[in-house]
């Protein structure tokens, strides 16, 4: 035997929706529609909510990658490569040689 359990009931939300409807219908409250529908449009509202945080997040994450990309790249214009260091080394030396013979 298994013991599959499936749902597939409502959520707080459905039963928020359905119970208000019937306070509704049978004139317990006094409320209007909009507040009766309430469970529909706060969800659909907190799920707006929670995707326009979702894309700020990534714009900024983006922004900053981007800016550490160009930082870098920037860095690297800035600096010497290990060749022409090598080179300038080099003739540094040779210089500091030639100084040396004729002495």
């Not at 706060?42 to 550490?68: E, P, R």
């Not at 080099?90 to 040396?100: S, T």
């Given at each position: ?77 800035r ?10 080394e ?11 013979r004729?002495?």
């Open positions: 035997m298994s013991n599959k359990t499936s749902s597939s009931g409502l959520n707080t939300g459905g039963l928020l929706l359905v119970a208000f409807i019937v306070l509704k219908l049978t004139k317990v409250i006094d409320w209007s529609w909009w507040w009766i529908l309430s469970p529909l449009w706060i969800g659909v509202a907190l799920g707006i909510v929670a995707l326009i945080i979702w894309l700020i997040v990534i714009y900024i994450k983006h922004k900053k990658q981007k800016k550490q990309r160009e930082s870098v790249t920037v860095d690297d214009l600096q010497k490569s290990g060749f022409q260091r090598r080179l300038e080099a003739q540094r030396i040779h210089q500091e040689r030639a100084k040396n004729n002495l």
